[in-house]
């Protein structure tokens, strides 16, 4: 008792008033966590004891926010356990509840600046981009957990579609694709299955990501809805086995980009009209014809259409129910636009895990969204395509 008799003393000497009362605040902390140490223990510091059930292991410092100011306490290790005073439980749970609002306001879109303007306008000092970075990383584990989950079932529909960001690579400012899969499972509700961040959508890597859906039980897809990429068709037959649905709307503009200005609205017009029709057989009728009309005025149109015409009229041959969800990647867009709304106040991330880190808190919020909401699909229709490999395109379409 001395030794802390004459700390006490030198404090009344030397301290101001709000030194001198986080000061004594600091000093009761300690020993009442120094009276729990030796309780714990079964002895004192060094004492020799039949009782003794642990051992001290040095002490771990923590800063502690209270209304007398920031008081500095040196919390007790134990060799064996852990130990954690009571009354700082609350300042516990009140950290909890500041990086849980952190980490959201990250998700949100929030730049660094604002985070730390919103953690003052909460009554705190402020934080660093580096501990909104540690404090974020927190949410690796929960996205990583989402993102390899098991895939149960049968999934009949797929949509894939890419956005790039850019992001720092060996000193360089790079565009990389992050991939987003969207599928409907049997019971016509849709998830987010997946996301990769690829270099490029070449096919070594569409054929990588399309395996590592494959290798969390990705199956039964009859249809994969996206752009017209070679690499993700051969990536897809050699994986899935699975048809093509080229982006009817993607297809839309690079259609119009093959006519001048003047005879977008005609051109336009007129591929409704095979769109328009009631069954697949009607449709090919109606493209054959436009074809030929546009051969002597717009050649580069009529061989567009003539390559193009079975991928972007696959979705045909499935149940007419589906038609409008199924012949574009438009279901993408929205989360889309919202990737690009909250990384647009990032810029240039500085690698591809924080890519993935807050495209995949999106998409698990996306999926959290879907799982209360009703049906993509209704079920009858839906299961009738899981369930019979037989069809034809005939069959399937007057489901």
């Known amino acids: 008792m001395t030794d802390d008799r004459m700390a006490l003393k030198g404090l009344l000497e030397k301290a101001s008033d709000t030194e001198l009362l986080a000061g004594m605040l600091g000093f009761v902390a300690d020993r009442l966590m120094a009276l729990d140490i030796d309780r714990l223990c079964g002895a004192e510091p060094h004492e020799r004891s039949a ?52 980490q959201e306001a990250y998700v949100q879109g929030l730049s660094t600046r604002s985070v730390d303007d919103l953690v003052k306008a909460m009554g705190m000092t402020g934080i660093s981009k580096s501990q909104v970075s540690r404090l974020c990383a927190q949410i690796d584990e929960r996205v990583n957990a989402f993102l390899s989950r098991p895939l149960e079932g049968d999934w009949p529909y797929l ?93 839309m503009r690079n259609a119009l980009a093959c006519v001048a200005n003047k005879g977008k609205p005609i051109v336009t017009a007129a591929l409704r009209t095979a769109f328009d029709q009631d069954t697949l057989e009607a449709s090919r009728a109606q493209w054959a014809k436009l074809i030929q009309a546009f051969q002597s005025r717009h050649p580069k149109l009529a061989e567009l259409m003539a390559r193009a015409e079975d991928d972007v009229l696959a979705y045909k041959t499935f149940p007419e129910s589906h038609w409008r969800q199924i012949h574009s990647t438009n ?19 500085p690698n591809e895990a924080a890519i993935t880190r ?31 490999n037989s069809l034809d395109a005939a069959q399937i379409a007057s489901i």
């Not at 649905?245 to 993607?250: A, L, M, N």
């Open 159 to 251: 949509w894939l579609d890419a956005t790039y960001l850019k992001v720092r690579h060996n000193g360089r400012i790079i565009s990389v694709a992050t991939i987003i899969a969207v599928a409907v499972n049997r019971e016509g509700r849709r998830e987010v299955l997946g996301i990769a961040v690829m270099p490029s959508e070449a096919q070594a890597f569409w054929d990588e990501f399309l395996r590592s859906l494959a290798d969390r039980g990705l199956r039964g897809v009859k249809l994969i809805i996206a752009d017209d990429h070679r690499g993700l068709k051969a990536a897809a037959n050699k994986v899935l086995g699975a048809t093509i649905q080229r982006c009817r709307v993607h297809f």
């Open 358 to 388: 807050l495209v995949g808190a999106l998409m698990m919020e996306q999926n959290d969204e879907w799982a209360v909401t009703r049906r993509y699909m209704t079920l009858e229709t839906v299961q009738q395509v899981c369930e019979d």
């Open 51 to 102: 009782d003794r059930s642990n051992y001290r292991n040095g002490y771990r410092d923590r800063v502690w926010q209270t209304r007398a100011g920031t008081v500095d306490v040196h919390i007790p290790k134990l060799r064996k356990g852990s130990y954690f005073p009571e009354f700082l439980e609350p300042r516990r749970a009140a950290e909890k509840a500041l990086t849980a609002v952190i």
């Open 331 to 349: 279901p993408l867009e929205r989360l889309n636009k919202e990737i690009k709304r909250r990384t647009n106040v990032i810029g240039i991330f």
